[in-house]
């Protein structure tokens, strides 16, 4: 939800609010920025501090103290969120709006659903807490420009996962034929899992090649592996440099065939037909 979208028509109360929560170049709205960071990263601690139980032995009521600290300030501060906006509908189903309503529901959920039979459900909802570091994202100054350029490189990425989706499968089954069942290439998808894991170069190690040929291959998948992780940077990376000229009014370039030969006054691209942003 962009600023220009939640800025209150009135003045008063609500627009005070507004400037101190919304408008982050004013000095209260800085400090109150600030204020929040330090609250979300003390209380994702705390949460990571309680799932240890030696701490949680020693220092659980203090824990959960500073718990419901975190939630009432969470809890205040949708509140006067959701007030201050003129389309408060519309800001509580924006991705923010879902974020901050998660970062307090949970322990209000977890008192409805006391006892011993509930643990499991308990757990999922204590961690669901954690999400609060998602409110960080808010405050990265360059997350407009990020989402943008992923969004218009999603096309691209789309087709380079399923060109490595296939390479996978078919080396996949290759290694099937050519390995021993002793030495874990027991079915194709074990075999799948093993390619996976050498191509991303994590190497767990829980399976290995032991014939000539399946080295050969395997030094093969881990040299593609290289060179396959440095694709989507590469996408991404130019994505990023064309919504920054974008930005800064520069290079009119089209997200379909990133052509950058286009007239100022042009509304399509003269070569594939996109809509020029």
Same mark, same amino acid.
């Given at each position: 939800?962009?600023?220009?979208?939640? %800025? *209150?028509?009135?003045?008063?109360?609500?627009?005070?609010?507004?400037?101190?929560?919304?408008?982050?170049? %004013?000095? !209260? @709205?800085?400090?109150?920025? &600030? =204020?929040?960071?330090?609250?979300?990263?003390?209380? =994702?601690?705390? =949460?990571?501090?309680?799932?240890?139980? !030696?701490?949680?032995?020693?220092?659980?009521?203090?824990? !959960?103290?500073?718990?419901?600290?975190?939630?009432?300030?969470?809890?205040?501060?949708?509140?006067?969120?959701?007030?201050?906006?003129?389309?408060?509908?519309?800001?509580?189903?924006?991705?923010?709006?879902?974020?901050?309503?998660?970062? %307090?529901?949970?322990?209000?959920?977890?008192?409805?659903?006391?006892? !011993?039979?509930?643990?499991?459900?308990?757990?999922?909802?204590?961690?669901?807490?954690?999400?609060?570091?998602?409110?960080?994202?808010?405050?990265?100054?360059?997350?407009?420009?990020?989402?943008?350029?992923?969004?218009?490189?999603?096309?691209?990425?789309? &087709?380079?996962?399923?060109?490595?989706?296939?390479?996978?499968?078919?080396? @996949?089954?290759?290694?099937?034929?050519?390995?021993?069942?002793?030495? @874990?290439?027991?079915?194709? *998808?074990?075999?799948?899992?093993?390619?996976?894991?050498?191509?991303?170069?994590? @190497?767990?190690?829980?399976?290995?090649? &032991?014939?000539?040929?399946?080295?050969?291959?395997?030094?093969?998948?881990?040299?593609?592996?290289?060179?396959?992780?440095?694709?989507?940077?590469?996408?991404? %990376?130019?994505?990023?440099?064309?919504?920054?000229?974008?930005?800064?009014?520069?290079?009119?370039?089209?997200?379909?065939?990133?052509?950058?030969?286009?007239?100022?006054?042009?509304?399509?691209?003269?070569?594939?037909?996109?809509?020029?942003?």
């Amino acid at each position: 939800m962009s600023q220009q979208d939640s %800025t *209150p028509t009135q003045h008063g109360f609500r627009a005070a609010v507004h400037r101190v929560i919304f408008g982050t170049d %004013t000095p !209260s @709205g800085k400090l109150f920025d &600030v =204020v929040l960071i330090v609250l979300i990263g003390a209380s =994702v601690v705390a =949460v990571m501090l309680d799932s240890i139980h !030696s701490v949680k032995r020693d220092y659980g009521a203090f824990l !959960s103290m500073l718990e419901w600290i975190f939630t009432i300030a969470f809890s205040i501060e949708y509140i006067l969120r959701v007030i201050s906006v003129d389309r408060p509908l519309r800001y509580a189903f924006s991705f923010y709006g879902i974020v901050d309503l998660l970062a %307090t529901i949970p322990t209000y959920l977890s008192l409805i659903l006391p006892g !011993s039979q509930y643990f499991l459900v308990i757990r999922v909802l204590r961690v669901l807490r954690i999400f609060r570091v998602l409110k960080l994202v808010q405050f990265v100054g360059e997350s407009q420009l990020l989402t943008k350029a992923l969004i218009a490189s999603r096309h691209k990425i789309i &087709v380079f996962l399923f060109f490595v989706c296939t390479n996978i499968v078919i080396i @996949g089954s290759i290694m099937y034929l050519v390995e021993q069942p002793d030495a @874990g290439f027991s079915s194709i *998808p074990e075999s799948i899992y093993w390619t996976i894991v050498t191509l991303t170069t994590v @190497g767990y190690g829980d399976i290995a090649p &032991v014939t000539p040929l399946g080295k050969f291959l395997a030094s093969f998948v881990m040299i593609l592996g290289y060179s396959i992780l440095a694709v989507p940077t590469g996408i991404v %990376t130019a994505e990023i440099s064309r919504v920054r000229k974008d930005k800064m009014g520069g290079i009119r370039s089209c997200r379909r065939c990133a052509s950058e030969h286009n007239d100022d006054d042009a509304n399509y691209c003269k070569l594939c037909g996109e809509k020029l942003p």
